[in-house]
């Protein structure tokens, strides 16, 4: 069906074109177009996200054998804390509401630009102080961070690595996160065109609004939280440090109090890319769109209740072991009720599997593999056996990199013919997806295994019997290592060389697909009335 629409004349570059206050890079880097700001964000997130993936090849890589393969066990901590960081703050947190979410947002909701461009701006210079200074932690001060992301003390108040400049760059990346949270927030309420009605915004939109709310009020609990370690190893404050009235535990309700919520900073614009996505390819209009649209709100606010699952084996009350783990289950409602609704929306769809939907696909088996063996950590019988080993591993890539990585690729095989107006190879794209499914499966279902058998994360080095399921895992993490640089190098070479497509290469019936690939710089050339919702293809003309 795509074919039909490919226009044969190279597309009008739109807000590619340079203008004339700056040139070159500075045409960019002081930009105020949100869709120059999204770019911004996804070049620079790929690039943070193609290092980390050589980060976790090595990991993987020094796991092949017991013992020393390629690197001694200090730079092997450095590297998982650097995998950790990178893939978290600087990758999964930003990923699709800063890239995405700058791109697409206002054009689905008819306005011209975010609220706050300058403040937009400013968010994508924090982000990019914010990352340098991550990577400068690594050469200089006592050397590259080891605590793992999550800071744990006391370990990281006393380890002489430079841990300092790596929280600082944390609380930095964290003003960026709030500064987009506050400019969506008011956006989305302030800027929607004439007929989009709360009932009318696409579920990308519902989605990004509920974590806009997440950013806004947990960042600041783990600015603050690190601020804290920052001032106990600089000033020896003492605040987590028994010896002088200090908690170790009360880091870790800190931490987890926005580190949880963090997931979901994660993974519900993941979701509401796929929620997007299902209704254009499966050719219907999103089956229980209220009921996908509240379970957002439900989960963001259900989900940050939850945090104390992480801490099931550090010492709290009974009590307080039972409630979290109740309500750890209790999220499981409202991501079922996506699940199903999603599974409702194909069902006896008019189905095209091209790459986003196939993404997209992935994104629903991947992410259910990962929520239910999160329910055997938030089970405290369960989660003491498997506590800290592979199998934590397995379970958070499922979710995170099956759920919302997945969601990101999806995003960016949909909208970028928008944003550039030109189409990748669709079989290269095809290619890249099956490597990077197998590949992931291989990889994460061994991590799994060993980690029932009793392998500890953050370890350097194991026991024989574990080498036959570490093999497996490396090896799968070069089939997936292939499929993800192949699948950059089908996009990159799509955007420059790509067919030229026509405004609405996949009959999506949102607002972005009304205005020209690449949009103009103010998005529309007539300002849009909204008419009807956004899954109602037939309103839009196109069934
Ligand atoms: C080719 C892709 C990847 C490979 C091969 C890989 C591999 C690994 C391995 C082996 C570990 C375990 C280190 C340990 O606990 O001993 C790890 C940890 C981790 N990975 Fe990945 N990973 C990949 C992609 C990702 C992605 C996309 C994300 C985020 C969405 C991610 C987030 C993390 C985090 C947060 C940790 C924990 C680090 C820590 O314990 O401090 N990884 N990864
Ligand atoms: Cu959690």
């Avoid at 770019?39 to 690039?47: E, H, N, R």
């Avoid at 801490?311 to 409202?334: H, K, Q």
Wanted: proline share 6%; charged share 10%.
């Amino acid at each position: 069906m795509a074919e039909t629409h490919l226009q044969a004349t190279a597309p009008d570059r739109g807000f590619l074109t340079p203008r004339e206050d700056y040139s070159g890079l500075f045409s960019w880097i002081f930009s105020t177009d949100h869709k120059r700001i999204g770019l911004l964000y996804f070049w620079s997130i790929v690039t943070f996200f193609l290092t980390g993936v050589t980060l976790g090849l090595l990991i993987r890589l020094e796991l092949f054998l017991p013992g020393k393969t390629i690197v001694e066990a200090q730079t092997y901590n450095a590297m998982f804390t650097l995998h950790g960081v990178i893939m978290i703050f600087l990758f999964i947190i930003p990923g699709i509401p800063a890239a995405f979410g700058n791109l697409v947002l206002p054009i689905q909701i008819g306005a011209k630009d975010v609220a706050f461009p300058r403040l937009n701006l400013l968010s994508w210079w924090l982000y990019a102080i914010g990352a340098a200074m991550a990577l400068g932690s690594l050469f200089s001060g006592g050397g590259a961070p080891d605590t793992g992301w999550t800071f744990y003390v006391p370990f990281s108040v006393q380890t002489t690595t430079n841990v300092s400049l790596a929280a600082f760059a944390v609380f930095i990346l964290g003003f960026s996160s709030i500064l987009t949270g506050l400019n969506f927030i008011t956006t989305i309420h302030r800027m929607r065109a004439p007929g989009m009605s709360w009932g009318r915004l696409p579920l990308f939109i519902w989605s990004l609004y509920a974590t806009a709310w997440v950013q806004v009020l947990a960042t600041p609990i783990l600015g603050i939280t690190l601020a804290l370690v920052l001032v106990e190893r600089l000033l020896g404050t003492g605040l987590f440090d028994p010896t002088r009235g200090g908690d170790p535990i009360m880091f870790q309700h800190l931490f987890w109090i926005y580190s949880h919520p963090a997931v979901y900073i994660m993974v519900l614009p993941g979701m509401g890319v796929i929620s997007d996505i299902i209704p254009v390819f499966a050719r219907k209009p999103a089956f229980g769109y209220k009921a996908i649209a509240v379970s957002s709100i439900a989960i963001a606010a259900a989900g940050s209740l939850v945090w104390g699952h992480h801490m099931f084996t550090s010492g709290m009350s009974d009590m307080a072991v039972l409630v979290f783990s109740l309500l750890t289950f209790v999220v499981a409602i409202p991501s079922a009720v996506k699940v199903f609704n999603w599974v409702a929306t194909l069902y006896k769809g008019s189905i095209s599997l091209d790459p986003p939907l196939l993404f997209a696909l992935s994104f629903i088996l991947l992410f259910a593999i990962g929520g239910l063996t999160g329910l055997v950590l938030g089970a405290p019988a369960t989660d003491v056996h498997v506590h800290d080993t592979h199998f934590v591993v397995g379970h958070f890539h499922y979710t995170m990199f099956g759920g919302t990585g997945m969601a990101f690729f999806a995003a960016m095989h949909y909208w970028l013919p928008k944003i550039y107006g030109r189409m990748y190879n669709k079989r290269i794209a095809t290619i890249a997806w099956g490597l990077i499914f197998v590949g992931f499966n291989v990889l994460y279902l061994s991590m799994k295994v060993v980690g029932m058998q009793g392998m500890p994360r953050r370890y350097y080095d194991y026991i024989p019997e574990f080498t036959r399921l570490n093999q497996l895992a490396t090896v799968g993490s070069w089939i997936l290592g292939i499929g993800v640089f192949l699948m950059f190098f089908n996009l990159i070479r799509g955007t420059f060389r790509g067919q030229p497509v026509g405004d609405n290469p996949w009959g999506g019936a949102t607002l972005e697909w009304t205005t020209s690939s690449p949009p103009p710089t103010e998005n529309f050339e007539v300002d849009p009335v909204v008419t009807h919702g956004p899954y109602d293809f037939k309103a839009a003309g196109i069934l």
